[in-house]
C-alpha cells in the first residue's frame, strides 16, 4: 500500500499476547495498568493499535520479529517493492531478502531507467529501493520525484549509494529520500529502516 492508502492495522489482546510470548491475561494487565494503550469495542473487548503496540514493544526494548513488521507495514493482502538498479548482482540479492523476509510482498525488479518509469507507473509500489547511480539517470532527482509526486502513489523511497574513493559511503541530499543506506548492504540496519518507514505511514493514517 502507498502512503494514501494505508491501512491501519489492529491487535485483539490475544494477538498482543501471541506476539510478545505472553498469556492472555498478562496482555489483560498491560492494557488494565495503562502500559500498553487500548480502547475497547462495544462488545467489551480490547483492540490495539499497531503504533501503539510498536511504541510499547520500543519502550520495553522488545525486538520487533520480521512476523510482526509484517502487520505494522500493513500486509493485510499482497503488495509490490519494486528494486531498481542496474547491477543484476545486486538487485537479485536485494530481491532475495525481501522475499525471504517479506514473503507477502510482490518483489518486481527494474535494470534501467526506462523499465523502471514503466513499472512504476503501472504498480506504484509501496516501497522503492532505488539505486541514485542508474547510468544515464540523476538518481536523486528520481528519488525526490518518487517521494514527491502523487501520480506514482508516492511510495516510501529508500535510496541506496555506493562507496567515494576513500571507501566512504556517498552522500545523499537531506530530504531527497525516506531513508537511505549505502553498499555493501546492511540487512539489520534496513530492516529498522523498513520498520521506522511502517510507523510512520501509521502514524499519517492515525493522526
Known amino acids: 500500500m502507498s502512503k494514501s492508502s494505508q491501512k ?4 485483539s489482546a490475544l494477538e498482543v499476547a501471541n506476539i510478545c510470548g505472553v498469556v492472555n491475561q498478562t496482555a489483560i494487565n498491560w ?9 475497547t469495542t462495544p462488545g467489551g473487548q480490547y483492540r490495539v493499535y499497531a503504533e501503539d503496540l510498536s511504541a510499547f514493544l520500543d519502550k520495553r526494548g522488545m525486538r520487533t520479529s520480521v512476523d510482526v513488521l509484517h502487520v505494522l507495514i500493513g500486509n493485510s ?7 531498481i538498479d542496474h547491477d543484476h548482482q545486486a538487485n ?3 530481491k532475495g531478502w525481501l522475499k525471504n523476509n517479506f514473503p507477502h510482498y510482490e518483489v518486481m525488479q527494474a535494470f534501467d531507467g526506462f523499465e523502471a518509469g514503466r513499472k512504476l507507473t503501472e504498480v506504484k509500489p509501496s516501497y ?6 542508474l547510468p544515464g539517470i540523476d538518481g536523486h532527482e528520481l528519488a525526490k520525484k518518487l517521494r ?3 501520480s506514482l502513489g508516492s511510495p ?5 549509494s555506493g562507496n567515494d574513493d576513500a571507501g566512504q559511503p556517498k552522500h545523499i541530499p ?6 537511505s543506506i549505502s553498499r555493501p548492504l546492511d540487512f539489520e540496519q534496513l530492516l529498522e529502516i523498513m520498520k521506522d518507514l511502517a510507523k510512520q505511514d501509521e502514524a499519517a493514517v492515525t493522526a
Open 8 to 11: 491501519v492495522r489492529i491487535f
Open 31 to 39: 492494557i488494565r495498568s495503562g502500559h500498553l494503550k487500548a480502547f
Open 77 to 83: 493482502g499482497t503488495d509490490t517493492v519494486l528494486v
Open 92 to 94: 537479485e540479492l536485494l
Open 128 to 133: 522503492v529501493f532505488l539505486n541514485t547511480e
Open 148 to 150: 514527491d509526486d502523487p
Open 156 to 160: 516510501n523511497v529508500i535510496a541506496i
Open 174 to 179: 537531506a530530504g531527497v529520500a525516506d531513508a
